[in-house]
């Protein structure tokens, strides 16, 4: 270890000459270095894993209970996940394990901090009980992670996102990703999953990123919705439409009309919520409008 600071509480060490079968085995020599970005995440937050290795090494790993996708880079390889945002703050795992070009394997685990965010708490919100129904709102969810759940190897972005609404709208926000809800009187058993931005019913909404279009519907909780895939397991997904304008299977591109803004679903009046997902997680949507990910 460079110095004290290296270590996080939890951390499992290896000695020299230390025998225990039981203890982690150290990454091999080809694989120079393995970078986490950021170190100290946050709930709701987009982490990088970049593995520096030469080509041909079969790479795959898990963060917490997710399992992480790794895809080729110049310098390695390189894998997006999303911490969920109501993750409890403390030490989780981080494993790595795969075989190098001749055949020998390796593994590594490491415990990683993930921080409490302090997401505000809303004001309880009065909406229709139908679209809080346990009944209705449980299918829905299965469906909506299921969205999310395939990895498309392409990559179709590049840089940052763009705002997906007119610009006098784009820092107007209502209520921001995380902020912990409570229906007509609940416990705050609830999150919001993506953040809001204002606008009114017929307001033209725009893809944020090149990608293509896998879902639109109308459901009972999120209105009139269209889902995109951006490759990589990156999604974006825009809700409470009044009007969808593309169809399963088209091609976008940033700033292409996608459909226009309204209160369907269940909502307190017109606006756009918008997600991203990463790795099958919705992440907070403005980190990927103010840093290009990788």
Not at 88 to 104: F, K, V
Not at 185 to 190: H, K, N
Not at 258 to 274: K, M, S, V
């Amino acid at each position: 270890m460079p110095g004290t600071w290296a270590g996080l509480p939890g951390d499992v060490l290896r000695f020299a000459g230390d025998s225990q079968t039981d203890a982690p085995a150290g990454l091999p020599e080809s694989i120079t270095k393995v970078e986490i970005d950021p170190l100290f995440m946050l709930q709701g937050g987009t982490t990088v894993v970049k593995v520096y290795a030469p080509p041909g090494i079969k790479i795959s790993g898990s963060l917490s209970d997710r399992t992480l996708n790794f895809f080729s880079q110049d310098y390695g390889y390189v894998a997006l996940q999303g911490i969920h945002a109501m993750t409890p703050p403390g030490l989780y795992p981080l494993a790595l394990e795969g075989e190098l070009p001749n055949g020998e394997r390796f593994a590594f685990s490491q415990d990683v901090l993930i921080q409490d965010a302090n997401f505000t708490y809303d004001p309880s919100l009065q909406v229709d009980p139908v679209t809080v129904d346990p009944a209705v709102t449980e299918p829905e969810k299965e469906l909506w992670e299921s969205l999310g759940v395939p990895v498309t190897p392409k990559k179709m972005w590049n840089g940052l996102f763009a705002s997906p609404v007119p610009p006098e709208f784009t820092e107007c926000w209502p209520s921001l990703f995380g902020n912990r809800r409570s229906y007509n009187g609940s416990t705050y058993d609830y999150f919001h999953s993506g953040m809001d931005f204002c606008g009114q019913t017929g307001t033209e909404l725009y893809a944020s990123a090149p990608g293509k279009v896998v879902y639109i519907g109308e459901l009972t909780v999120r209105g009139g919705v269209v889902v995109i895939d951006h490759g990589w397991g990156i999604y974006t997904a825009y809700d409470h439409l009044s009007k969808i304008l593309v169809q399963p299977g088209d091609m976008v591109q940033p700033g292409q009309v996608i459909g226009l803004g309204g209160a369907t679903g269940r909502t307190t009046g017109p606006h756009l919520h918008w997600e991203v997902w990463v790795g099958g997680v919705q992440v907070n949507p403005q980190n990927w409008l103010t840093r290009a990910y990788p």
